[in-house]
């Protein structure tokens, strides 16, 4: 089976800008999570999706949004970036609800924000 | 609030010997806990999978014990390698049903040769 993938694995961006990030879950799972992570903060819990609905969304402002496919693709956005959203942001899925499922994480996107 | 704490953000370990690293949390009522490992510039991969009615669990050389009385699970690495090097990440269910994983900031392990 193929792993989660992320589109694009780099990204430089200027302040202000908005940028997409992508995440394929592994075929069959329809739950996917992001996450930010920063060397100071650590692994952030931004927001999951499963079957195309937000079930759970982390403690980031509203300009962190996200959105999932009939195909559980999954993409997330953030809008008038600012220099601290420079991070590595991960996708992770897993096969549905919680109730022991452990996460398959993807690669990540490296966003730097000058 | 809740939080979860691992102990050390460093641990060097000599090759050969067993590493333990312990995951705390407060404020939580788990149904089960997870550990994961990621390498530099990688996601996190799951390791193993704690659940509450279960004191310890083995997979190859790792074993994970978990104590829902002291809030404390550890995960200990038996006959450590370098290629064991790597940071560990303890994780819970931010709470029944939140759908929504909280991450220790880890401990990074280097196993010295």
């Known amino acids: 089976k193929a792993g989660v993938t992320q589109t694009p694995r780099y990204l430089i961006k200027t302040r202000g800008q908005q940028v997409t990030l992508s995440c394929s879950p592994i075929?069959?799972?329809?739950?996917v999570s992001w996450y930010q992570q920063t060397p100071g903060q650590g692994l952030q819990f931004l927001f999951e999706y499963f079957s195309e609905t937000q079930r759970n969304k982390g403690n980031f402002p509203g300009r962190f949004s996200g959105r999932q496919f009939s195909n559980s693709r999954s993409e997330m956005n953030v809008s008038t970036l600012e220099l601290g959203d420079s991070a590595l942001y991960l996708c992770?899925?897993?096969?549905?609800?919680f109730g022991g499922g452990e996460q398959y994480f993807g690669p990540g996107t490296r966003l730097t924000v000058t | 609030s809740q939080k979860i704490e691992q102990n050390s953000e460093a641990l060097n370990i000599q090759e050969g010997k067993t590493a333990t690293l312990t995951c705390n949390y407060t404020n939580y009522s788990p149904a089960y806990l997870q550990w994961y490992r990621q390498d530099p510039g990688r996601g996190p991969v799951f390791l193993l999978l704690i659940r509450e009615n279960e004191k310890e669990k083995r997979k190859e050389r790792l074993k994970v014990t978990f104590d829902t009385t002291l809030k404390q699970s550890l995960f200990h690495i038996t006959a450590s390698q370098p290629a064991d090097s790597a940071t560990y990440l303890c994780?819970?269910?931010?709470?029944?049903?939140?759908?929504?994983?909280?991450f220790g900031k880890g401990t990074k392990l280097s196993v010295i040769p």
């Open positions: 075929s069959g799972h329809r739950s």
């Open positions: 992770a899925s897993s096969s549905g609800g």
């Open positions: 994780a819970l269910e931010a709470g029944a049903g939140s759908y929504q994983l909280t």
